[in-house]
């Protein structure tokens, strides 16, 4: 370990106090991969690379330091239609009982954005079409990502469906584009979990998936808590395959049948 016992619980206080994730002690590798860009765009180099970075720029206490390290930690892995059970339940549970009215879809921590584009295109291939989905993230340079809809080859392979490819997608020189009209439904802001939601109305689907797993119980709690005033009685959330609601919060209930962790607000028709 080239990270000092110290600089990792500072790191770690630092990502908590800004984003309430909880970085163990155990996680220091995690720390080394993440902010060894960082140290190396500054000319640092060697086995003390991301110490001599924390040291020198992280604990000085610039203010765009700091957005760049919590943005570097908070970067989640995804891929299209990951873990498939939330979009199965989609297409089996929330279609069918939502006839063809508007559907609002909020997909939390989008990451890079294959999450909402794999929504728009269960929602497209249902030929629902009266849908809006907003898509949030706290880090700023993966949003962007996402805002644009252009992937490159590598990150096509990770479980896109060819037919789907086909369909909803356009070459762009050597990257690939979501098509335009699969976009025109959809916004991205930056959102931090840790304030209330965005936007007004209600929605009926919140994607909420692996993000969960970070947070102590008082804030997967509070969490819990804002949704509850955002989304429709009856409305849907969806969890990552390690992650429930059960002992946390007892207003959302479990879907039987459904594959998944999918739960449902209490208070309206199934």
Not at 73 to 95: G, H, I, K
Request: include cysteine; charged fraction near 20%; hydrophobic fraction near 40%.
């Amino acid at each position: 370990m080239t990270v000092s016992t110290q600089s990792f619980s500072f790191v770690s206080d630092l990502v908590r106090r800004h984003s309430a994730i909880q970085l163990a002690p155990g996680k220091e590798y995690l720390v080394e991969s993440r902010l060894g860009p960082l140290a190396k765009e500054k000319g640092l180099q060697g086995l003390d690379a991301v110490e001599q970075y924390v040291q020198k720029y992280v604990r000085s206490g610039s203010s765009a330091e700091i957005v760049r390290v919590v943005e570097a930690m908070t970067t989640n892995e995804t891929s299209w239609f990951r873990d498939t059970s939330p979009f199965t339940a989609l297409r089996r549970v929330v279609l069918p009982g939502h006839g063809d009215g508007d559907l609002s879809v909020w997909s939390a921590a989008c990451s890079t954005g294959q999450e909402p584009y794999s929504i728009a295109m269960v929602l497209a291939e249902h030929g629902h079409q009266r849908f809006r989905i907003l898509a949030t993230d706290i880090n700023a340079q993966v949003l962007d990502r996402a805002r644009s809809g252009r992937y490159n080859q590598l990150e096509i392979n990770r479980g896109l469906p060819a037919p789907m490819l086909v369909r909803h997608f356009r070459r762009a020189g050597t990257e690939w584009e979501v098509d335009p009209g699969l976009r025109r439904n959809m916004t991205f802001e930056k959102h931090n979990l840790l304030t209330p939601p965005p936007g007004v109305g209600t929605f009926d689907v919140v994607f909420l998936r692996n993000v969960l797993i970070y947070f102590d119980l008082p804030t997967k709690q509070s969490i819990l808590a804002r949704l509850r005033g955002r989304v429709r009685p009856g409305g849907y959330l969806m969890l990552g395959a390690a992650e429930t609601t059960v002992g946390v919060d007892p207003a959302w209930e479990r879907v039987d049948g459904a594959h998944g962790s999918i739960y449902r607000l209490r208070g309206g028709s199934a």
